[in-house]
């Protein structure tokens, strides 16, 4: 069968997040992507989990974790785990332990995270799976810098790229670069994360690997607008759009809708930034992805902000807020209850303010974040 590029490009992606389908063939992969699609497509139903395969299980569970629906990918990762455990199966509990860890990052729950993420990298240990290391030590390092741990992230992704390039796999390596670029850019190290953003993209371009090629334009992206090169930054971005749109990735493509229209909320730029966020949000809400759509909010509510509309921002914050409590996502719920703060202080409600400051020091201390804590901790002192 010969594939189209951008699905053979999406495989190998997969492949490098997933050793134990080094011995799949395309076609099956194929296959198992496609059952997984047909059931996301029809609601997602997990319904029948008990019938399927420990790998259909964790296929259907990140195509419904990158459409954001969370609930339904935990359900279909724990039963992956579950099978792996019946059987003895040790590749799939690598992997189910893996995803759940990643899941429970992205919702802000980074001590079960850490357990499930050491976990996973216990069975990879045991497998003597390099490559399986190799994703588990990305996933420890995207956890480190989400919690402010810099130093310990740069050191867990340098791990990453020495095993990748102890394995010559080099669409893991592009990724193990592009995430040092990111702590750079965090630490503020523009340089840097220029230097590892374009190792990561040359390799991904060399490679074909196209979804790669759209992340690490992304991230230029990001870099150039935080340096202020807003008009480069823009350019950077229509090039990862452009990818993203060609292959079908409306998930990337939101993402790029929202950071072109933070670009044109700094630039002073308010119905252009308006008009790109609810461009994704749009895809957002057809998608189902709930935690895009609160970001999308989010940033709706910074715009309006920003134009001095505060009962527009009052209600994005809110909408954002209401969203990110239901999926469990503390981590972003305490950066709105610290954006309501600011509002509210704008607006001179000091006790409004105070409380939604304490709500969202109490959520960055419970979460063991404690630069964000202390960032709140500053803004409740000059209350």
Not at 13 to 39: C, F, K, N, Y
Not at 240 to 253: A, K, N, Q, V, Y
Not at 294 to 312: H, P
Request: net charge negative.
């Amino acid at each position: 069968m010969n594939l189209p590029p951008e699905i053979q490009t999406f495989i190998a992606e997969l492949r490098s997040q997933h050793p134990q389908l080094a011995g799949v063939s395309d076609e099956q992969i194929l296959m198992m992507l496609q059952q997984a699609q047909t059931q996301a497509a029809a609601g997602g139903s997990v319904q029948d989990l008990d019938e399927m395969s420990g790998d259909d299980c964790i296929a259907l569970g990140e195509q419904l974790l990158h459409a954001g629906r969370w609930d339904d990918a935990e359900r279909c990762f724990f039963a992956a785990l579950d099978k792996g455990e019946q059987a003895g199966d040790l590749d799939i509990q690598c992997m189910a332990a893996g995803t759940l860890g990643r899941l429970c990052g992205q919702r802000g729950d980074f001590r079960q995270a850490m357990a499930l993420l050491q976990q996973s990298l216990g069975l990879a240990e045991r497998l003597g799976d390099r490559r399986l290391q190799g994703v588990n030590y990305s996933e420890i390092g995207a956890l480190y810098t989400m919690q402010g741990q810099y130093p310990q992230a740069a050191e867990h992704y340098k791990k990453v790229i020495r095993i990748m390039e102890e394995i010559s796999d080099e669409a893991g390596l592009a990724v193990g670069y592009g995430n040092l670029g990111n702590v750079y850019m965090y630490q503020g190290d523009f340089e840097r994360a220029i230097e590892a953003y374009e190792k990561s993209l040359a390799i991904s371009l060399r490679l074909g690997e196209h979804r790669l090629s759209a992340n690490q334009y992304g991230n230029l992206g990001s870099v150039y607008q935080q340096q202020g090169r807003y008009d480069r930054a823009i350019e950077i971005y229509l090039k990862s759009l452009e990818i993203s749109e060609r292959l079908g990735d409306e998930p990337t493509s939101a993402i790029q809708y929202g950071n072109l229209g933070n670009v044109h909320r700094e630039m002073g730029q308010f119905d252009e930034a308006i008009r790109m966020i609810e461009r994704g949000l749009e895809i957002h809400r057809r998608i189902g992805d709930e935690p895009g759509m609160a970001k999308d909010y989010g940033n709706l509510a910074s715009v309006y902000r920003q134009k001095g509309d505060t009962a527009r921002a009052l209600e994005y914050f809110d909408k954002s807020l209401k969203i990110t409590e239901r999926i469990g996502d503390q981590h972003t719920s305490a950066a709105m209850y610290f954006n309501l703060g600011n509002l509210y202080r704008e607006t001179g409600d000091r006790e409004q303010a105070w409380r939604h400051y304490e709500k969202a020091k109490a959520l960055f201390e419970m979460l063991g974040v404690p630069h964000h804590a202390q960032k709140v901790a500053r803004a409740l002192q000059m209350l």
